[in-house]
């Protein structure tokens, strides 16, 4: 498959010359209201807001005193952002407002440093930094402040990813620095004695975790980034006993990618797009190129490059393929670029349409995670 996008604007992150900030995350709303913005934490500890079409920024949401670690959207109201931050303040912002209107009870101490909400919007999960000999899961009721519960034996390192099912709101899986990838199933976890016994899954990467997502169909896989260049599939939910959940487990993805004349010298992330029900990574060069790539099951299959927009490592790649098929990409060298696609006829939706549909034959979609 074979993308094309051009570099329709690029612009300084921050207006001020004396401050290099630059942007640590992106994210969008989920809703076709909110598709006129998107969200973007900065090095200076503030979040901000730009305007897709043309990188112009509509308001700056400050507060935050220490380094922001997650940020993402409420799914039913684009107006309402979840922020956590070194600084032990995990809340919900007022993005109109200006104003973190709704901020939950962190126990002092703790380090949140990855949060996500539920696709109702019900539950926010919080992965926190190792205290002691364990690193926490808090668990969050949206509509108040105190904590529901923690689960307290889910990692013993960091928990650096804390990602909900987008098909089933109490599907929530962690990675963390420890290697592990773990399930839990959170509808019966109030009612159990111990809520970590809500596990119903784990998974080994063999390294440190740095980003997890659920893909497929029905989001019955699971794909794994690790802090080494490490990428895994796995299946993301319990099969025979014979059978097992790993699909594949590439040791250094950067080799393979080698091997077709690209050079990789790190990833960003990973996009599932729903449309032709694919899986693509996304690396970067230390001078700020970016590589968006169709994954299978031996490597990666090259589908777009961007370049001359940035000059130092990538940080943040953005793509809003449900609404305007748009691109951004933030980096370390304090600048935002946005991409739109080259052809009227968009490739992607093309290849939609002529990508047969996975066969299934029962709740889990026996398709190929590809």
């Known amino acids: ?35 006129a913005q998107f969200a973007a934490s900065a090095s200076n500890h503030t979040i901000k807001i730009f305007q897709r079409d043309n990188l112009v920024l509509s308001s700056q949401l400050s507060g935050h005193k220490e380094k922001i670690t997650g940020i993402m959207y409420a799914h039913s109201n684009p107006n309402l952002l979840l922020s956590s931050s070194e600084d032990g303040v995990v809340g919900i912002w007022d993005v109109r407002a200006g104003q973190m209107n709704h901020k939950f009870k962190v126990p002092k101490g703790t380090v949140p440093i990855s949060c996500a909400i539920n696709p109702d919007d019900t539950l926010v999960a919080v992965g926190t930094e190792l205290a002691g000999e364990d690193a926490r899961v808090l668990l969050f009721d949206v509509r108040s402040k105190p904590m529901l519960f923690a689960l307290e034996d889910a990692h013993s390192d960091d928990v650096t990813q804390t990602v909900f099912n987008p098909l089933k709101p ?147 790649f953005n793509w809003d393929w449900k609404h305007t098929n748009s691109i951004v990409i933030g980096g370390e060298d304090a600048c935002l670029s946005l991409w739109t696609p080259s052809n009227k006829l968009d490739a992607v939706a093309a290849a939609s349409a002529v990508r047969p549909a996975p066969e299934k034959d029962n709740e889990h979609a026996r398709a190929k995670p590809y």
């Open 170 to 316: 109490g599907m929530l899986a962690t990675g963390s620095t420890d290697g592990l990838v773990n399930i839990f199933d959170l509808t019966q976890a109030t009612s159990l004695e111990e809520p970590d016994d809500s596990l119903v899954l784990t998974l080994n990467s063999d390294s440190s975790i740095s980003k997890i997502g659920f893909f497929g169909p029905n989001a019955e896989f699971i794909f794994g980034l690790t802090h080494t260049e490490a990428f895994c599939l796995w299946h993301a939910y319990e099969r025979g006993e014979d059978e097992s959940e790993e699909i594949t487990i590439i040791p250094d993805l950067r080799e393979k990618i080698a091997e077709q004349g690209l050079k990789v010298d790190y990833f960003v992330d990973s996009v599932y797009h729903e449309p032709t029900q694919r899986l693509f990574m996304v690396g970067g060069t230390a001078d700020g190129t970016a590589h968006l790539m169709h994954v299978n099951m031996d490597g990666v299959v090259p589908a777009a490059t961007f370049h001359g927009a940035h000059s130092e490592v990538i940080r943040t």
């Open 1 to 35: 498959m074979d993308l094309q996008f051009s570099l329709a604007k690029r612009t300084a992150f921050n207006l001020s010359a004396a401050e290099q900030t630059y942007v640590f995350d992106t994210c969008q709303p989920h809703t076709s209201e909110g598709a």
